[in-house]
């Protein structure tokens, strides 16, 4: 079993940038598909981005399309989700995701394995 933690949250002003971070446990992090899911308040848990075993492919949700890029570095077992031009409506709580195999779902509940959540609140 796989361990996530995210890191990198933070309060952000609109138009501005941050870089999450999911650092995973054990020797297997390429073998995971890895994703990124937000919830806010009231809400339920949404897709952001996913991206394949060897980094070469990606999917995101339409409404960060263009503004956030997902990335990974085997070597370090980490996934990275980089946002830029953040909007308000981006404020959530960011989870990082892993499951097995190398199809890129987009729900939540294909993904066994999940971090605690990092807080991403943007200001207007």
């Known amino acids: 079993q796989v361990q996530l933690v995210e890191s990198g949250g933070g309060l952000v002003q609109a138009g501005g940038s941050l870089r999450l971070s999911c650092a995973a446990s054990?020797?297997?992090?390429?073998?995971?598909?890895m994703g990124w899911f937000r919830q806010a308040p009231g809400k339920e848990r949404e897709f952001v981005a996913t991206?394949?075993?060897?980094?070469?492919?990606?999917y995101y949700a339409d409404s960060v399309k263009g503004r956030f890029t997902i990335s990974r570095d085997n070597a370090k077992n980490t996934v990275y989700l980089q946002m830029n031009s953040l909007k308000p409506e981006d404020t959530a709580v960011y989870y990082c995701?892993?499951?097995?195999?190398?199809?890129?779902?987009?729900?939540?509940?294909?993904?066994?394995?999940w971090g605690q959540g990092t807080q991403v609140t943007v200001s207007s």
């Open positions: 991206i394949s075993r060897s980094g070469v492919s990606t």
């Open positions: 054990g020797r297997t992090f390429s073998s995971y598909v």
């Open positions: 995701a892993a499951r097995s195999g190398d199809t890129l779902y987009s729900v939540p509940n294909s993904y066994p394995y």
